[in-house]
């Protein structure tokens, strides 16, 4: 199978705290009536790896909840964490280690949810020549943006493989370097291009990084700590992961309607609908688990909170402790059972 994720967007200058917990929408005069106007930030661009919110949206669901949701696009200038900081958004979607970076500057964000089961960094590799596990890296060349070169250090590090056994080849996020053979194995995201490379009708295979030790925390949901002290904020925030988790509940019925949906919705953002089915198909496998069958969607252990700061330490991130993650509002949320 293949893997991808939204690339981290870099934290910003830190705002300044929202009052109260209570978020500032632009539009507050074109609500709709009875409904709490509110942001939601997303991590990347428009696509289908946001499928179940935007069925969420486009079914109603967040409306049944009493919500007036706004969907933020992220991107490369796009500093999600900073506009929960500053109350332009009620809740984001981040990475573990960038909220710790953030909170260790101050931001007292908490992780309340985790929408990936495993983190999707990868291996990606040609299947006439597969990279399935770490000894498979010894001897080769493996493809790597500089700032990703922390993360595969950790990673062979964790798997006992000595670093100066693999040769980091310095690449850009393009498969090329690895389909004209410059690289055996390129470091990217599990939902993404891999996906690429069966578009183009090319077989890949995959090393996901969270089967082999290293699953640092990622599309989390994030929140202030003061939203979840001031109660009517609060009561958003549990009717806005319920309604994002029902949306999930329905993607994964149907994955393709997703697909679908998320091209009708965002036509100008240049998405293909075959690259964007097999997107949808493929992040099940990075997004439900053993896990949130028993618990629910987004659902994390106290197991993994140890683990990811385990890792925080590996890779030299302050800021991070066990009062960065707080479960209650899934526990609120699947009070009678696993779904929404």
């Not at 710790?100 to 908490?110: I, P």
Request: aromatic share 8%; glycine share 10%; net charge negative.
């Amino acid at each position: 199978m293949l893997p991808n994720f939204s690339r981290r967007t870099l934290l910003g200058g830190l705002g300044a705290v929202s009052l109260g917990g209570m978020v500032a929408c632009a539009g507050d005069d074109d609500a709709s009536p009875g409904l709490s106007e509110l942001t939601y930030q997303l991590s990347w661009l428009h696509s289908v790896q946001f499928g179940g919110t935007y069925l969420a949206k486009d079914r109603g669901i967040f409306e049944e909840l009493g919500l007036d949701v706004q969907l933020a696009p992220g991107g490369p200038n796009v500093a999600g964490d900073a506009n929960t900081v500053s109350g332009s958004s009620l809740m984001n979607i981040s990475v573990a280690d960038n909220i710790a970076r953030a909170n260790a500057e101050g931001a007292d964000l908490v992780i309340i949810g985790a929408q990936y089961q495993k983190s999707p960094p990868t291996i990606l590799s040609l299947a006439d020549a597969p990279l399935t596990v770490p000894e498979d890296m010894v001897g080769k060349k493996i493809g790597v943006a500089s700032a990703n070169v922390p993360m595969l250090s950790a990673f062979l590090g964790i798997n006992g493989i000595d670093e100066a056994a693999v040769e980091f080849v310095p690449s850009q996020y393009d498969p090329a370097i690895l389909t004209s053979g410059q690289v055996d194995g390129l470091y990217c995201f599990y939902n993404d291009l891999p996906v690429s490379l069966a578009v183009q009708g090319i077989e890949g295979a995959t090393l996901l990084l969270a089967d082999f030790d290293y699953n640092p925390m990622s599309q989390t949901y994030a929140v202030l700590r003061s939203s979840l002290e001031d109660e009517a904020t609060r009561d958003q925030i549990v009717r806005l992961v319920r309604g994002d988790a029902r949306g999930w509940q329905r993607y994964r019925e149907d994955p393709e309607a997703a697909a679908e949906l998320t091209v009708e919705m965002y036509p100008d953002a240049g998405l293909d609908i075959e690259a964007q089915r097999i997107q949808a198909e493929i992040q099940l496998d990075i997004m439900f688990s053993d896990t949130t069958d028993t618990h629910g969607f987004a659902w994390f252990t106290d197991e993994q909170i140890q683990e990811n700061l385990a890792l925080f330490e590996v890779l030299g991130v302050e800021g991070g402790t066990e009062a960065m993650w707080d479960r209650s509002i899934l526990e609120e949320v699947y009070s009678d059972g696993p779904t929404a």
